[in-house]
């Protein structure tokens, strides 16, 4: 049973548009999630985060929203860099507990020159 | 900014072998997740560390264990290797308080079992 869904595998966008990647949840009890961009060979390092007090959080070029009703997260990156090409995991956790993360299967972000 | 430590990098063991697995946290980080993701797959959760004590476990064989030290460093032991165990195993550390806390990953360790 799939907790954290990314529906996407693979996103392709032109340099300088708009990359949404998307991410939706079934367990009701995650109250922080987080983004995560992983190149082959390395660890998953950590870029943006979210409480589920918030509906957004921004950091530069990345901007993460939270729909709690639709149990549904989005990062928006924006303006795309070619250097942005990475697969994109979304995880949650639940506070206050072991805080494990429960990932999602992850987006391939291919940004084109 | 110091990061997370793992090694090896790689390792290579036969079937029915054992391999132990080391994490390095960040400097003042109390707690450690280990975390394997197979080929194509995404992580899975496997066990974590909180101060020295095991906080939760996950999906992880009876045929691994682990333990975090009193440097905080921690060692995930495997032991009768089979095919299947072949992945990318992750360590996140995390620093406690009343905030919220990222994990963050080391650059794994890619075992592969012959």
């Known amino acids: 049973d799939q907790q954290v869904k990314q529906n996407s595998p693979s996103l392709s966008v032109q340099e300088g548009r708009i990359s949404i990647l998307n991410c939706d949840y079934t367990n009701s009890m995650f109250d922080y999630f987080l983004w995560y961009k992983k190149y082959p060979a390395e660890g998953p390092t950590f870029l943006i985060s979210?409480?589920?007090?918030?509906d957004k959080n921004e950091d530069g070029r990345f901007t993460v929203f939270l729909n709690k009703s639709a149990k549904h997260l989005s990062l928006h990156i924006v303006p795309s860099q070619p250097g942005d090409s990475a697969v994109y995991f979304c995880a949650a956790s639940v506070q206050g507990g072991s805080e494990k993360l429960v990932f999602g299967k992850g987006t391939k972000l291919t940004v084109n020159p | 900014a110091a990061g997370v430590i793992q090694s090896p990098r790689h390792l290579i063991k036969e079937k029915r072998e054992t391999a132990t697995l080391k994490c390095y946290p960040i400097?003042?980080?109390?707690?450690v997740y280990w975390y394997q993701q197979g080929p194509g797959q995404d992580p899975q959760f496997l066990i974590s560390f909180y101060e020295k004590m095991q906080s939760d476990k996950g999906s992880i064989p009876d045929r691994f264990s682990a333990q975090q030290f009193s440097d905080y460093h921690s060692e995930l032991n495997m032991s009768s290797l089979e095919l299947g165990d072949s992945a990318l195993y992750f360590c996140a550390s995390s620093g406690s308080g009343l905030g919220l806390n990222e994990q963050f990953f080391g650059p794994g360790t890619r075992l592969t079992v012959l």
């Open positions: 979210i409480s589920s007090i918030k």
């Open positions: 400097p003042r980080h109390d707690t």
